[in-house]
């Protein structure tokens, strides 16, 4: 430390460095009072085919409803949480939420798969699969097999025998996987033949130019040819327009999610929402 003396004493954040731990300190602090507070939220989003219209699923996606600035999405909170244990209080209340509401689903008749995002850090604890098994314990009637799990492909580590065997962990207690964000990390092919993850996402990024980009044509064709390939199944997220769902059919991706489907929204608003899609959607031309 540079502790430099001034008139009111020592001052022990004084470089612009001490005044960034000083800072980011503060605001994990804030952070972990607002998810005891109940300052948290979680959206879902849902997943559909996009040749029926059904609806299959839901991602659960992080909100927080601060006090003062209202409904926060997880790109101004996320990134520094993910380098604390806090995301690992905070995945294991998300884990939490998704399953009182599957098990709310399921006793409603529904059968929706739940998808909940886990952080690299989260799934790397040694007990993760002791939690997640006494997690499911806590409600007996959300099925683990409709609970899957959202990996990203980008926190693939290089230590894969141990992520296969967390995954198999997993799998043992009945969850799937899907590896998210699917071709924008930096793995290699053979990961895919190595983890056991039943679905692929692919990146919204792909989905961005698949009308007029050539190159995102090949990609998400060659995405799908690999998931067929490796009998895994195949969704894309970010479809914005019907046009998207379209082409993503004729590539051969018959599920989808993205904002020209539905929005995240809170949970009791999903049932209103399926109900009115059911009656609306009409079959994409030409699929
Ligand atoms: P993700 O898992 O890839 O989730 C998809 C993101 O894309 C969500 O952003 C969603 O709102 C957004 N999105 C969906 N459809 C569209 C579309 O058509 N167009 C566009 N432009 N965006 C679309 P969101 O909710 O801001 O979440 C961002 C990321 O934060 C997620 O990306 C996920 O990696 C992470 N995340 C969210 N919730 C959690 C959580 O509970 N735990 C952890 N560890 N990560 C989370
Ligand atoms: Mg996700
Ligand atoms: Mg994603
Ligand atoms: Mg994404």
Same mark, same amino acid.
Not at 27 to 50: D, T
Not at 90 to 119: D, F, K, M, Y
Not at 174 to 187: E, M, P
């Given at each position: ?70 409904? *926060? ?12 244990? *806090? ?14 509401? &599957? ?43 409709? *609970?899957? *799990? ?6 693939? &580590? ?67 040819? &690999? ?27 018959? &599920? ?32």
């Amino acid at each position: 430390y540079q502790a430099k003396q001034t008139g009111r004493g020592m001052h022990i954040f004084d470089t612009q460095q001490d005044q960034e731990v000083h800072t980011r300190y503060n605001r994990l602090a804030v952070m972990s009072q607002a998810l005891h507070q109940s300052e948290f939220r979680l959206y879902y989003q849902p997943k559909v085919n996009l040749r029926t219209g059904a609806v299959v699923g839901a991602e659960a996606l992080l909100r927080w409803q601060h006090p003062e600035q209202g409904l *926060l999405a997880p790109g101004e909170f996320l990134p520094l949480m993910e380098h604390s244990d *806090l995301i690992v209080e905070t995945g294991e209340w998300v884990l939490h939420q998704a399953l009182a509401q &599957l098990q709310t689903w399921v006793r409603q008749g529904l059968r929706w798969v739940v998808s909940v995002n886990i952080a690299a850090r989260h799934f790397h604890r040694v007990d993760f699969v002791d939690r997640l098994r006494g997690l499911l314990a806590c409600y007996p009637q959300a099925p683990a097999h409709l *609970l899957e *799990l959202e990996i990203l492909e980008s926190a693939i &580590l290089q230590d894969i025998p141990h992520m296969r065997q967390v995954m198999q962990g997993c799998q043992a207690l009945g969850v799937c996987f899907a590896l998210d964000d699917f071709g924008t990390g930096f793995s290699s092919l053979s990961y895919l033949k190595r983890l056991p993850a039943e679905t692929i996402k692919i990146d919204r990024m792909f989905v961005d130019g698949i009308l007029d980009d050539a190159e995102d044509i090949t990609l998400v064709s060659a995405i799908v040819a &690999l998931a067929k390939a490796f009998e895994r199944s195949v969704i894309a997220e970010g479809v914005e327009t019907s046009a998207q769902a379209s082409k993503l059919l004729a590539l051969g991706c018959e &599920l989808g999610q993205g904002y020209g489907i539905a929005r995240p929204m809170p949970p009791e608003a999903i049932v209103g929402w399926a109900a009115a899609y059911g009656k609306t959607f009409t079959a994409p031309a030409n699929a």
